[in-house]
């Protein structure tokens, strides 16, 4: 929706957000401060004096990925939402089950060395390890 809104607003449109949640976005949201992502969690204790200030942190529910090319990109291109866009190398690929964080395995000695509760269907494929 907020792409939607977007678009909307380029073209001279007044959009308004409402949500129920302290935080916009629903489950596929973005927690700022750092503190509502301590509450979302139930962690008893905040967030560590040395994380720095919890505005400055914007942490996904759920990480977005987008094709480096594509009529996507034109369209974050065209309504100047990159202003609020970073684009980083992945280091990894995370999940959260059963209260923990787990790296998924992406290579065959991180995939046995791995005690991450994970099915093989959880396991991204490298193109190169797909059947033909």
Known sequence: ECILSGIMSVNGK???HMD????????SSSITPLEELYKR?????GPPESMGRG???????????LMANGQLVKMLLYTEVTRYLDFKVVEGSFVYKGGKIYKVPS???EALASRAPLH???IPKCPSQESP
């Open 120 to 122: 093989p269907q959880d």
């Open 107 to 109: 290579t065959e000695t």
């Open 41 to 45: 969690f139930q962690l008893l204790e």
């Open 20 to 27: 129920r949640n302290p935080y916009y976005g629903g489950e």
């Open 55 to 65: 505005r400055d942190w914007n942490v996904d529910l759920i990480p977005k990925f």
């Open 14 to 16: 007044k959009v308004l």
